[in-house]
């Protein structure tokens, strides 16, 4: 269900937690699907922040649905910044027609670009200025490979004699404004003569082995000297300038990848953060820089003045509120509205109030489900499956206490407009989510896994449902040795891992951490806790029953500890 985005319009970017589960990514593609509907002045784009669960690519392709893009930072990047849009021309231009180009555009720096549109160099304006001082170099012409098509360009000439495709390939440039004499001692094989209308410099000219003639002053070239300088191969192009004027320009018409500043050159892609740009900016004397796609193509050019108009990246937030959950660089882009239905966290702060939806119902699609239904927006049959989808999910088919009758007539009405069957198809999504086939410890873990704080305490809390005690058990006996090295790693002091067993409605928490026995046992008073694991019937709800349980436990652990 792609959806087209008009050219230059807004993007908003619909997101869900890190480690997204099922609810994540169908809440941020059915969100971004109503506001598109509701509000087409801004473009929605779903995003995810993390890699899919075996569950949730079961329900992307048993609906038709492509993953969201990945967007694992939200930091404000070179491609929310103004960039120029100068177009990248030839190395084949000429120097003039780079300088009128520059004069016609104010633009400081041309990017030279090949056939495919990479960036070859760059010709300044400062570049332009020393090849034009530098003009008494007089093999110029011959070292650039200018091309007679340039010349004539430069020259607002004609070509009378020779193959205008053709490029100067030796000799100097000079002027026959001597006698005979004069001329046989300066004019060598295969030189650029710039003659007048005197037939007898003309005819010398050839005769001393000339590779090109610029008759100047407008005057026809004769029949008789044509046939003569075709003969000995000579090239001749008219130009109406006087001879002082077409020294001056011929050397101009020079091409531009001559001069050009190539190999090493400074760019950035569009992805690049701002930050690391402003940071290179610093220590270089450019005016301006280029900017490269995705593909590695040039795209336009970026200077320090651009940085004064930077457009922060525009964000909803769907299923969760806490900053720790949410997607990298978020302090940094502009957050327009927030969909969850989990507890208030901390750490997230907005510069200005946004529009903050909280209902405490099982899953984020049911809060989505009535706001199609607030708004009048037809529900399309992929994306009501999709929705029923993270409705069964995250309430366990309505085996979690997070459950509501609201959830439950979301889903039921939802999966008739699906056309399915919500216990064959639950038992089939989850039975896709426990499968372990050619997983390691590490894709188990961080399927879903959420970060939480308790005062001082700073613990994570990941959990993977199972329709067998059997699957559970395989997944244990990998994820229990990974549980420190996660800890380490997210600098966390208590970790743990539910295993849910959904047919018996029932969790083996896994945990490791310091004084982790301890603080399970008091938060859950009820249970054996082991070294390293726990029995927990009944308990089937992070939201709901561990993470209320482990911040009391932690709370009365701290109290007598």
Known sequence: MAEYKPQGQKTVLVVGHRNPDTDSICSAIAYAYLKNKINPALHYEPRRAGALSSETKFVLSYFGFAAPDLCGDVSPQVEDLSIRRVDGVSGSMSMKDAWNLMRDTDANTLPIVDEENRLQGLITMTDVATAYMDAFDAHTMADAKTTYENMVQTLDGAMVVGDICESVCDGKIC?????????????????????????????????????????????????????????????????????????RLV?????????????????????????????????????????????????????????????????????????????????????????????????????????????????????????????????????????????????????????????????????????????????????????????????????????????????????????????????????????DEVREREGLDLVCYMLTNILTESTELIYAGFHAGAIVGHSFPDAAPGENSVFLPGVVSRKKQMVPNLTRGINEWQSVG
């Open 175 to 247: 002027v026959a404004a001597g006698n005979a004499a004069t001329m046989a001692s300066v004019i060598e094989k295969g030189d650029t003569v710039i003659v007048s209308n005197r037939a007898e410099s003309q005819i010398l000219a050839i005769e001393l082995g000339a590779g090109c003639m610029i008759v100047t002053g407008s005057n026809p070239v004769p029949q008789h000297i044509q046939r003569m300088a075709s003969a000995h191969g000579t090239v001749v192009v008219a130009t109406p300038h006087d001879s002082y004027t077409a020294a």
């Open 251 to 483: 050397s101009q018409s020079a091409p531009v990848s001559y001069f050009m500043t190539k190999g090493d050159l400074l760019s950035f892609s569009l992805k690049a953060a701002v930050d690391d740009v402003q940071k290179v900016m610093v220590n270089v004397r450019h005016r301006y820089f280029p900017v490269l796609d995705t593909e590695g193509r040039y795209y336009g050019m970026i200077s320090r003045r651009n940085m004064m108009d930077l457009r922060r990246k525009q964000v909803i937030l769907v299923d969760h509120n806490e900053l720790a959950q949410a997607v990298e660089g978020l302090p940094q882009a502009e957050v327009l509205e927030i969909i969850d239905h989990h507890r208030l966290g901390s750490g997230l702060q907005t510069a200005a109030p946004v529009y903050f939806r909280n209902q405490p119902v099982g899953c984020t699609c049911t809060i989505i489900h009535q706001m199609y239904q607030e708004n009048g927006v037809k529900i399309p049959r992929e994306m009501a499956g999709l929705m029923c989808s993270a409705i069964l999910s995250d309430t366990l088919a309505f085996r979690s206490p997070t459950c509501t009758l609201m959830d439950r007539n979301a889903a039921e009405h939802l999966a008739e407009l699906a056309g399915i069957d919500i216990d064959k198809y639950a038992n089939e999504m989850f039975e896709a989510g426990a499968s372990l086939e050619g997983k390691s410890a590490k894709d188990i873990f961080y399927t879903d896994f959420k970060p939480f704080a308790c005062g001082e305490v700073h613990f994570g809390i990941g959990q993977s449902s199972f329709m067998s005690d059997r699957s559970a058990q395989k997944a244990k006996d990998l994820l229990l040795p990974y549980l």
